[in-house]
Structure formats: structure tokens, C-alpha cells
């Protein structure tokens, strides 16, 4: 049973900075694909960013490439995204996701466990 643990959400102005980390626990963080999406009132929920659990290799969603950075630290056993300029329209709630099956990509239905979720409000 992997267990997921967001934290590190809050209120931020716009073009701010935010760092969440995800707590994982049951898996190690390097044999585990780690995702994160956010889902705003009334929307769906979407893809941000993931790291895979092969070489850790990266890819995000291109509404936040460039701003978005998501690494992982293998003593701590966390996935933490650090989230730099952002805006208004990126308020939403903050979920990690894993995958320990290596197919994980962009999509909700890919992830088998989930956080909780942490709220990141930006203001205007």
C-alpha cells in the first residue's frame, strides 16, 4: 500500500512562489512514478506535472513549463514541485499522485494512489 502526504499549499499573490512536497510512504519515491494535478472549482481535474520512476525523467503540462519544477529526493522520500510566477488562474487544489506500474502519464485514470490534495490560492 503506497500512502501519499501533500503539504506546503497556501495563499500566494500573483507571481509568487509555492513549494509542495508529497510525502510518500510504502514505496520508495525511485521505483515509483509521481504525478501531480489540480482541479479547480467547477473543473475537471488536469494534469501539472510528472516525474517517472526510471531516471527520473520529467514532463509537464505546457501551461506551466518553464515555471513548474518537480524533483524528487530519495533520503526524504518526497516529490516536491516548486511552483514560481504564478497566476490567479492556477488557484486550485494540489493532489500527488503515484504509479508503481511505470505506465503512468498524464491522465487521472493512470495514478492508483492519491493524496489528499492541499489548497493553493493565488491572489490578484
Known amino acids: 500500500q503506497v500512502n501519499l502526504v501533500e503539504s506546503g499549499g497556501g495563499l500566494v499573490q500573483a507571481g509568487g512562489s509555492l513549494r509542495l512536497s508529497c510525502a510518500v510512504t510504502g514505496r520508495t519515491v525511485s521505483t515509483t512514478t509521481v504525478a501531480w494535478f489540480r482541479q479547480a472549482p467547477g473543473k475537471e481535474r488536469e494534469f501539472v506535472a510528472r516525474i517517472s520512476r526510471n531516471g527520473g525523467w520529467t514532463y509537464y503540462a505546457d501551461s506551466v513549463k518553464g515555471r513548474f519544477t518537480l524533483s524528487r529526493d530519495g533520503a526524504k522520500n518526497t516529490a516536491s514541485l516548486q511552483m514560481n510566477s504564478l497566476r490567479p488562474e492556477e488557484t486550485a487544489v494540489y493532489s500527488c499522485?503515484?504509479?508503481?506500474?511505470?505506465?503512468?502519464?498524464?491522465?487521472?485514470?493512470?495514478?492508483?494512489?492519491w493524496g489528499q490534495g492541499t489548497q493553493v490560492t493565488v491572489s490578484s
Open positions: 499522485a503515484a504509479d508503481t506500474s511505470g505506465l503512468g502519464h498524464t491522465t487521472v485514470d493512470e495514478y492508483e494512489y
